[in-house]
Structure formats: structure tokens, C-alpha cells
């Protein structure tokens, strides 16, 4: 079963549930068939998918540099660890 083939990994827009926008950067959460959420939904429905009952995950989502996001949360974390 390939589900998670990068071929077959659409990139839905909205959100399944609230039709929110969900831009390819920001963060959302899909199940193993692909319905998408976004995070608020994934949050009320305790990351479980109302449609197929699969367990929601947290999408690869697409920046500009690979390193920009985690590098901008541990820089975070970091300052928060040291303030
Ligand atoms: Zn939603
Ligand atoms: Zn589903």
C-alpha cells in the first residue's frame, strides 16, 4: 500500500472540517486517505479522523529552506532556555 508515495500525496488546500486555508507551508494534519485538517481541527477531533477513523499526522509541509523553520524553533526554544 503506498500512501505515502510522493505521487499520491495531494496537497489539499482546506481544511476538511472548518474549510480553512491551508497554504503548503502552513501546518496541517492528514490521515493515511488523505483528508486534511487543520491544526485547530486535528486538536478537536484528537487527531483522529472522523472519516475513516485513521490516526491524523502532521504533513511535510514545503518551505523556502529546508533548515528555515526548525532552525527558527530552536532558536526559540533556545532563547526561552536561556532568558
Ligand atoms: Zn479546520
Ligand atoms: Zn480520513
Known amino acids: ?13 482546506t481544511c476538511e472540517r472548518c474549510s480553512a486555508p491551508l ?3 502552513d501546518e496541517a494534519y492528514i490521515c493515511s486517505f488523505e483528508c486534511t485538517y487543520c491544526p485547530q481541527c486535528a486538536e478537536q477531533l484528537a487527531r483522529s479522523c472522523p472519516n ?7 504533513r511535510p509541509t514545503r518551505t523556502r529552506s529546508p533548515t ?16
Do not use: N
Not at 1 to 13: F, Q, R, S, T, V
Not at 68 to 83: D, G, I, M, N, Q
Open 23 to 25: 497554504a503548503l507551508a
Open 68 to 83: 528555515e523553520v526548525p532552525s527558527h524553533r530552536f532558536k526559540a526554544k533556545l532563547e526561552k532556555l536561556l532568558s
Open 52 to 58: 475513516c477513523q485513521g490516526q491524523l499526522v502532521m
Open 1 to 13: 500500500m503506498e500512501i505515502y508515495g510522493a505521487a499520491m500525496l495531494k496537497m489539499k488546500p
